[in-house]
């Protein structure tokens, strides 16, 4: 089993960047799928990026494509979203999560962190 804790959220102006953080612990995430997925309120919990464990496959919504970057730090154990030319209709609840195998739908993945809050202004 791996714990992911989610951190870097906050609020921002549109326009502006902030990068998200993922650290996980117990086991290495170089093993794993890994995604970001985002819930606003009201609505469900959607996918945003994801790599496959050997990262040879990267994945990004159509609404966050060349915008947002995912990236992982395996030596640290660290999964990463890059959040640039944010626009207030990214504000959610943004979530990292880790599975066997990248997929698009979050009944799929089997790990996730506890959310961290990201609020952008217009």
């Known amino acids: 089993q791996v714990q992911l804790v989610e951190s870097g959220g906050g609020l921002v102006q549109a326009g502006g960047s902030l990068r998200l953080s993922c650290a996980a612990s117990?086991?290495?995430?170089?093993?794993?799928?890994v995604a970001w997925f985002r819930q606003a309120p009201g609505n469900e919990r959607r996918f945003v990026a994801g790599l496959s464990w050997s990262d040879r496959t990267v994945q990004y919504a159509d609404a966050v494509q060349g915008r947002f970057t995912i990236y992982r730090d395996n030596a640290e154990n660290m999964l990463y979203l890059q959040m640039n030319s944010l626009k207030p209709e990214d504000t959610a609840v943004y979530y990292c999560?880790?599975?066997?195998?990248?997929?698009?739908?979050?009944?799929?993945?089997?790990?996730w962190g506890q959310g961290t809050q990201v609020t952008v202004s217009s």
């Open positions: 999560a880790a599975s066997s195998y990248l997929a698009i739908t979050s009944e799929q993945w089997h790990y």
């Open positions: 117990e086991r290495s995430l170089s093993s794993y799928a």
